[in-house]
């Protein structure tokens, strides 16, 4: 499988900050896994009594024509932020550009240590996951680091006691295992930010973004059909962000951190933040970058991920699994980064009590290729919240239905904020 550690070749990757406790076993014995050489990692989570048990694995791509390319995923595992046992951070970063790879360890090490230094996080999760983005966003840009033409993803779990906050910018993907009946049905807790998104690419339209497939700036197809299908039947010539009068940038997201000329088209570092109150039906949570997910659904990386105990064994299947349909496809491989965490001892009380960070509040929100398809109530309440471009967060609450699948609900950020509005 290459290097597990992607950035480095230690046997532990480093903190963010230098703090060992960011990949520590809280508790058990640790046991190198033969496949990805990781031991099993575990977090308590005190004020609701239950364990967080996880692990990473990071897969350099196979890319024929650039063997020497590195691998320009990141990840970010902190345990006790702030040095409270209640908060823990898991982040996939992917990189891409010319400098990719030092975009996304420069947005990995200081989204959590914004994050760490807001004194309103425990209290305002989503208000400081917002700001904790745009700075990373506007430190990357005065950084010695150019970011004309490179940038990063970022698909983050924030764990809040009893509570997920989920912030995504760009294309990669959270996704959570609900227990239903005998089902174990997967539920996206992110929505991808590409041109396929209809709000997404009338907001990069406004910015002045012309948004056509390669095919189409190449003149083998009419520009002027502004439709491209989904991004199951269109991934291979997905619709791109191109500058008004010339070839370039050409993204295929349309929110990420860096990019300074996508910026200018609309490309921002504005997260999507979503909300989820655990429960007992809550089994495991898979963090991963687009590379997982290009030929994988979210249900197939679930169902995939729940045939082994081991989150360890699960990873190691699931790129494993990922690698093959890259080179059945195509004749490379993306890079692949994968966070398995399970979710294990928690019980009805626990999972309804408060979230045991002295109050802090519910606020906030819930939800290309493989959403789930399955239609099920889970029981829980769905909160979206998006930050408009006047900085002030709207936010819709929404109520599922038997007959509507969480993965496929994406509030629009011009509806009306509801009564609970951050």
Same mark, same amino acid.
């Given at each position: 499988?290459?290097?597990?550690?992607?950035?480095?070749?230690?046997?532990?990757?480093?903190?963010?900050?230098?703090?060992?406790?960011?990949?520590?076993?809280?508790?058990?014995?640790?046991?190198?896994?033969?496949?990805?050489?990781?031991?099993?990692?575990?977090?308590?989570?005190?004020?609701?009594?239950?364990?967080?048990?996880?692990?990473?694995?990071?897969?350099?791509?196979?890319?024929?024509?650039?063997?020497?390319? @590195?691998?320009?995923?990141?990840?970010?595992?902190?345990?006790?932020?702030?040095?409270?046992?209640?908060?823990?951070?898991?982040?996939?970063?992917?990189?891409?550009?010319?400098?990719?790879?030092?975009?996304? $360890?420069?947005?990995?090490?200081?989204?959590?240590?914004?994050?760490?230094?807001?004194? =309103?996080?425990?209290?305002?999760?989503?208000?400081?996951?917002?700001?904790?983005?745009?700075?990373? &966003?506007?430190?990357?840009?005065?950084?010695? %680091?150019?970011? =004309?033409?490179?940038?990063?993803?970022? %698909?983050?779990?924030?764990?809040?006691?009893?509570?997920?906050?989920?912030?995504n910018v760009g294309d990669?993907?959270?996704?959570?295992?609900?227990?239903?009946?005998?089902?174990?049905?997967? @539920?996206?807790?992110?929505?991808?930010?590409?041109?396929?998104?209809?709000?997404?690419?009338?907001?990069?339209?406004?910015?002045?973004?012309?948004?056509? $497939?390669? /095919?189409?700036?190449?003149?083998?197809?009419?520009?002027?059909?502004?439709?491209?299908?989904?991004?199951?039947?269109?991934?291979? /010539?997905?619709?791109?962000?191109?500058?008004?009068?010339?070839?370039?940038?050409?993204?295929?997201? =349309?929110?990420?951190?860096?990019?300074?000329?996508?910026?200018?088209?609309?490309?921002?570092? =504005?997260? @999507?933040?979503?909300?989820?109150?655990?429960?007992? &039906?809550?089994?495991?949570?898979?963090?991963?970058?687009?590379?997982?997910?290009?030929?994988?659904?979210?249900?197939?990386?679930?169902?995939?991920?729940?045939?082994?105990?081991?989150?360890? /064994?699960?990873?190691a299947a699931i790129a494993?699994?990922?690698?093959?349909?890259?080179?059945?496809?195509?004749?490379?491989?993306?890079?692949?980064?994968?966070? %398995?965490?399970?979710?294990?001892?928690?019980?009805?009380?626990?999972?309804?009590?408060?979230?045991?960070?002295?109050?802090?509040?519910?606020?906030?929100?819930?939800?290309?290729?493989?959403? $789930?398809?399955? $239609?099920?109530?889970?029981?829980?309440?769905?909160?979206?919240?998006?930050?408009? /471009?006047?900085?002030?967060?709207?936010?819709?609450?929404?109520?599922?239905?038997? &007959?509507?699948?969480?993965? %496929?609900?994406?509030?629009?950020?011009?509806?009306?904020?509801?009564?609970?509005?951050?």
């Open positions: 499988m290459g290097c597990v550690h992607g950035k480095c070749c230690g046997r532990f990757p480093k903190s963010s900050d230098g703090d060992p406790r960011e990949f520590r076993d809280h508790g058990g014995a640790r046991k190198q896994h033969i496949l990805t050489e990781r031991s099993l990692e575990i977090v308590p989570v005190p004020s609701h009594s239950f364990n967080l048990e996880y692990t990473v694995l990071t897969q350099k791509g196979y890319y024929p024509d650039s063997p020497d390319k @590195e691998n320009q995923d990141s990840f970010c595992v902190k345990t006790q932020v702030q040095g409270n046992p209640n908060i823990h951070f898991f982040g996939v970063f992917d990189g891409h550009g010319q400098l990719g790879t030092e975009c996304s $360890s420069f947005v990995k090490d200081m989204l959590v240590e914004v994050l760490a230094d807001d004194p =309103t996080l425990p209290y305002d999760p989503v208000g400081a996951y917002h700001s904790a983005f745009l700075t990373t &966003n506007n430190e990357l840009h005065s950084s010695v %680091i150019d970011d =004309t033409m490179s940038g990063t993803t970022a %698909i983050t779990v924030l764990v809040v006691g009893n509570m997920l906050y989920v912030a990669s993907r959270a996704v959570i295992a609900v227990k239903d009946g005998n089902r174990i049905v997967a @539920e996206d807790m992110s929505c991808d930010q590409t041109p396929f998104r209809k709000d997404e690419y009338e907001r990069v339209k406004l910015s002045g973004a012309r948004v056509l $497939s390669v /095919d189409q700036v190449e003149g083998l197809k009419d520009p002027n059909i502004q439709s491209w299908g989904d991004e199951e039947s269109e991934g291979g /010539d997905p619709p791109r962000l191109w500058v008004p009068n010339g070839m370039y940038p050409g993204t295929a997201f =349309t929110r990420s951190v860096g990019d300074s000329t996508a910026e200018k088209i609309g490309v921002v570092a =504005t997260p @999507e933040v979503s909300v989820v109150q655990l429960t007992p &039906n809550h089994l495991f949570f898979v963090v991963a970058s687009d590379g997982v997910f290009e030929f994988l659904s979210s249900q197939a990386v679930v169902n995939m991920a729940a045939k082994y105990s081991d989150p360890r /064994d699960a990873c494993g699994e990922s690698y093959k349909l890259w080179l059945e496809n195509e004749n490379r491989t993306d890079d692949i980064t994968i966070i %398995i965490v399970h979710i294990k001892g928690l019980s009805n009380s626990a999972a309804g009590a408060s979230d045991g960070t002295d109050g802090s509040t519910n606020r906030g929100a819930r939800r290309r290729k493989g959403n $789930s398809g399955s $239609s099920f109530n889970s029981g829980s309440e769905v909160f979206r919240s998006v930050r408009s /471009d006047s900085s002030e967060i709207q936010s819709c609450q929404l109520v599922l239905s038997m &007959n509507r699948n969480p993965a %496929i609900v994406v509030p629009s950020p011009t509806c009306q904020s509801p009564r609970n509005s951050v």
